[in-house]
């Protein structure tokens, strides 16, 4: 896994437990740290002049950022989208999930449902995030789970029915257990279906991004999943216009060769949608008004 500065406010949290001053400290250091490096990002200078991007004549797509548990934010997010696809002309629409449907929030289960539930009356591609292989990988690995739990994997695992007590009291043979018995296999058979990307017209959709200087069709799984860096910080062409999550920004970021959309819908309660046709494009956002600014303390 590659090593960020979101370790940083990572170690914090799951080593003071209970010391929220220090847990607030972090993460204002954390989203501090987040604003720099954007900007450091803008001055090292502007992206080149690039073709604008578009999608195929008569079709229309929206791409969700990560949603991670927060079903009250995907519900809000689905209905809009369901009321702006209304209210535009008549294309062939299509919905693209980026990945990160869970962990963190306590929903994720509920997420997985109403996701598959929506599958059945919508075109939707879904892609994988780094936490459904993170889940994947827990299955028969114990080395993964432990890193899942750290990573908002409790709270997936309590959203399928196991207590806290119980999660907390379990060996990690004894956890793995519990999870395999209390996650359908339907589900992990669902997450596991997920693709790395989905390319329509000159968009790319990934979960993280992609590797520069690396053909699209030579691009790596475990790349599509993690990345940040070199990806982030290019300025040239990727051969497509990528649209991504899995870094999160407090506002969709626009370049001119990447567009993220990761806005924390855990961390800041804001979970975005793009919409694009022609060489159009927009955003919806699902916003909880209840979170306080100073808790934007998360990593991807």
């Given at each position: 896994m590659q090593q960020t500065s979101n370790d940083v406010w990572t170690f914090c949290h799951y080593c003071t437990h209970?010391?929220?001053?220090?847990?607030?400290?972090?993460g204002r250091a954390y989203t501090a740290l987040q604003r720099m490096l954007a900007k450091i990002r803008h001055i090292l200078g502007r992206s080149?002049?690039?073709p604008t991007?578009?999608?195929?004549?008569?079709e229309r797509v929206y791409a969700i950022g990560?949603?991670?548990?927060?079903?009250?934010?995907?519900e809000d997010l689905i209905r809009m989208i369901e009321e702006d696809d209304a209210g535009r002309r008549r294309a062939h629409t299509t919905i693209v999930l980026l990945g990160d449907l869970i962990d963190r929030g306590h929903d994720s289960a509920a997420v997985v449902a109403r996701a598959r539930e929506w599958s059945k009356t919508r075109e939707i591609e879904f892609l994988q995030g780094n936490h459904e292989e993170m889940l994947l990988l827990s299955r028969t690995k114990t080395e993964s789970l432990r890193g899942f739990l750290k990573f908002g994997g409790r709270e997936t695992i309590q959203s399928y029915g196991?207590?806290?007590?119980?999660?907390?009291?379990?060996?990690?043979?004894e956890l793995?257990?519990?999870?395999?018995?209390?996650?359908?296999?339907?589900?992990?058979?669902?997450l596991d279906s997920f693709k790395k990307m989905v390319r329509i017209g000159d968009y790319l959709f990934v979960h993280a991004g992609i590797r520069p200087s690396t053909p699209i069709e030579h691009q790596l799984g475990q790349d599509c999943r993690w990345i940040r860096e070199p990806f982030?910080?290019?300025?040239?062409?990727?051969?497509?216009?990528?649209?991504?999550?899995?870094?999160i920004t407090e506002e969709p970021e626009v370049c001119a060769n990447r567009i993220g959309i990761d806005t924390g819908a855990f961390v800041h309660g804001t979970l975005t949608a793009i919409g694009l046709e022609g060489t159009e494009r927009w955003f919806l956002q699902a916003r909880?008004?209840?979170v306080p600014a100073e808790e934007t303390t998360a990593v991807a």
């Open positions: 209970g010391s929220s001053r220090l847990v607030s400290d972090c080149p002049a690039m991007p578009s999608v195929p004549t008569g990560d949603i991670h548990g927060r079903i009250d934010l995907f196991v207590d806290a007590e119980t999660i907390m009291a379990a060996s990690i043979e793995q257990a519990l999870m395999n018995e209390a996650i359908p296999q339907d589900d992990f058979d669902f982030l910080s290019h300025k040239g062409s990727f051969g497509a216009c990528v649209i991504h999550g899995h870094t909880d008004h209840e």
